[in-house]
């Protein structure tokens, strides 16, 4: 893993890691072995006060952290047997979404995900998570692919949004994304979502559409980016905090807002610090989800994943 | 009646952006000094240039729908704030001033409407409500209109403009991408036809939503349509967009909409569609 990017409040902790390091190499010669004991509970203290105390916005940042495992790295550690297809069979393949056939705990299934790059040169190539519209039209022959051979399908969220560019309006990035949604809710097979990272806009939901939606305890999930908001409504890119805390976009927001069903708890430090810890997590929630999904009959199933996104939304009747 | 009566100044708002007071106007395509009866005649659009200026909902009602049959449905349906959203002013300010200068109760109007007798379903987008942004209210409402159509088993159809989500809903705004959607897939399966009419401009969630989603997807003229919004990709990709780029006629040679339409002939190829359901 290449970044070794250190978030602002993250440098007490890597501060304090550091010299419990020194400290364990001048062990070796002095016996110092109770304070290091101490200053590692010290760390651990630290660790869990910073964590639960973040501001939106830090979220946003944690969700954003290169080091964090991206959809491949959830279907290959979560998954088993995976193959990746590629392709869209009507223009080219899509590198910024991913997917293929695999396994979870034996159960054959669909796996698609967007997919950002660890460093500049793969995230060149996957175009940031930005996908174009035959990236949509990758996830929905898949998704017909699971439909056709009655297999549940597993989504990963991580965009910054769908690619604002020429070739991607010449190709039709509403209509990719506008048929997605309704073919999801259309599908007769259980589709189980998960916000891995970030979730913005059309560009998430445009995979977006399950029976369950999950979001990692660090990511972010809204109708648009903090930064984008800020200069839309504040007219300046300074108010990013401030909009963020305004969007309400975490997944404890989400899920007082009813929008996501299940927070899927992360090693403190976030998932990047701990990953295998991280599958194992989700890989168990996933099973759990899945098992009383696949009883519902299809015809419920799609009335209730319909009946779902209808009641979402606030507003008075007068 | 109470509700011609609260759009009246609406029409004299949606107009007064594009048009100074006066007897005369100037296109804003051509330049062309247009007297604003015979705009008016013309269904506001340019004798010399075809050029369509954005007008409300209330004018598509006279243009479109058999006079005097449009009865507005589900004006119950007000926005709330769920998250009591603040940025250089509160959401409720912002849509207690909407309400004074459009006298509109939001950014669709919904109702229930005759084209050449035949019973129909109609929405309009106002696009001079908070950009025809899409909120939870717009979503219910949307609802409720298909729903109606789904119901009474008639043909829905749907005048678009909007640039998109409602920002100060946020995450509840985005979700009402997949409720408008869900109640599409149902008025597919029972067979309702939905017809999407797209106006200057459509883009953002209600292009990558609904607007796209029509059994027939018709287009004015000249109307923006799109995914991002022209500045958006501007500043992505850091150059000037090519002439004509997104506007209806690009689109339509890209193969996302089935026809252009111009607005005096609007109501005609509405009547010849509406027969072949
Ligand atoms: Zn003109």
Known sequence: MGTKLILDFEKPIIELESKIQEMRQLGETFDIQEEIINLEKKVEELRSQIYQNLTRWQRVQLARHPDRPQSLDYINNVFTDFIELHGDRRYRDDPAVVGGIAKLDGISCIVVGQQKGKDTKSNLLRNFGMSHPEGYRKALRLFELAEKFDKPIFTFLDTPGAYPGIEAEERGQAEAIARNIIRMCQLTVPIIVVIIGEGASGGAIGIGVGDRILMLENTWYSVISPESCSSILWRSWDFKEQAAEALKLTAKDLKEQGIIDIIVPEPIGGAHRKPDEMYLILKEILLNELRPLMSIPKKELVKKRRDKFIQMGVWITE | ???????????????????????????????????????????????????????????????????????????????????????????????????????????????????????????????????????????????????????????????????????????????????????????AEHQIPYIVILTDPTTGGVSASFGMLGDIIIAEPGALIGFAGPRVIEQTIRRKLPQGFQRAEFVLEHGFLDLIIHRKNMREKLITILNWF
């Not at chain 2, 949606?14 to 296109?27: A, F, N, R, V, Y």
């Not at chain 2, 449009?70 to 769920?82: G, M, R, Y």
């Not at chain 2, 106002?126 to 298909?146: H, L, P, R, T």
Request: aromatic share 10%.
């Open chain 2, 1 to 187: 009646m109470t509700w011609f009566l609260r759009t009246k100044k609406n029409i004299e708002e949606t107009i007064q952006k594009e048009m100074p007071d006066g007897l005369w106007t100037k296109c804003p395509s051509c330049g062309e000094i247009i007297y604003k009866r015979q705009l008016e005649e013309n269904l506001f659009t340019c004798h010399k240039c075809n050029h369509h200026f954005r007008i409300g909902t209330k004018e598509y009602i006279d243009i479109i729908l058999d006079p005097g049959s449009f009865e507005e449905l589900f004006t119950n349906i007000k926005s709330a704030d769920p998250l009591n959203f603040v940025d250089s002013k509160p959401y409720t300010q912002r849509l207690e001033s909407m309400y004074k200068s459009t006298g509109l109760n939001e950014a669709i109007t919904t109702g229930k409407a005759k084209i050449a007798g035949k019973d129909i379903a109609f929405a309009s987008m106002n696009f001079n409500f908070i950009g025809g942004s899409m909120g939870s209210v717009v979503g219910e409402k949307f609802y409720q209109i298909a729903k109606y159509a789904l119901d009474k088993k008639i043909p829905y159809i749907i005048i678009c403009a909007s640039g998109g989500a409602r920002m100060q809903e946020a995450a509840y705004s985005l979700m009402q991408l997949a409720k408008t959607s869900a109640i599409l897939a149902e008025l």
